[in-house]
């Protein structure tokens, strides 16, 4: 959908616009990066289609982690690359696992496939060598009692093979 270059632009205008923000101001807290989903789309029906690789999508976190140096968070998107993609991604430059997603229709509809509840989140970043760690918009560690979303599982539960809801 967009070239190399293009890719490499925009991280550069990205970069430069973090830059000057105002000290007090937050800016970007965190860039993602999606791959098109060319399912049910109009550029698919027109040839366009989604060719991203998961050595491309690897290396372009490695890169936003390094060009983006003035945005503390990258995510790898779980949603639209799977979780052995993303697991990668961590290794690579990503900070960010994403989110539970209770109810998403954006990137679905374009052919995302791929759903994780908080155990199948946490296992995967455990899996992958990391702690998970809930936050809240802003970046901020937090701690929510009493919601089976935000609860933390302990990593003899993660290690386990199957999920404690089952």
């Known amino acids: 959908v967009e070239t190399l270059e293009e890719r490499v632009e925009h991280l550069i205008k990205l970069r430069n616009l973090q830059a000057q923000k105002p000290a007090d101001a937050p800016g970007f807290l965190n860039f993602i990066v999606w ?56 290794h690579a430059g990503a900070n960010d696992f994403g989110s539970i997603m209770i109810e998403e229709n954006v990137v679905s509809s374009a052919g995302a496939k791929y759903k994780m509840d908080a155990y199948g989140i946490q296992k995967a970043i455990v899996d992958a060598g990391f702690e998970p760690q809930l936050r809240n918009q802003r970046y901020e560690y937090i701690v929510l009692s009493d919601c089976e979303f935000s609860r933390i599982y302990s990593i003899e539960e993660l290690k386990q093979n199957t999920s404690p809801l089952l």
């Open 35 to 90: 791959t098109f989903q060319d399912e049910g789309t109009k550029l698919q029906r027109e040839g366009v289609l989604n060719t991203v690789t998961t050595e491309e999508y690897v290396r372009t976190i490695a890169l936003c982690r390094i060009m983006l140096n003035n945005i503390p968070n990258i995510q790898a998107s779980w949603l639209t690359v799977g979780i052995d993609t993303a697991q990668l991604c961590l």
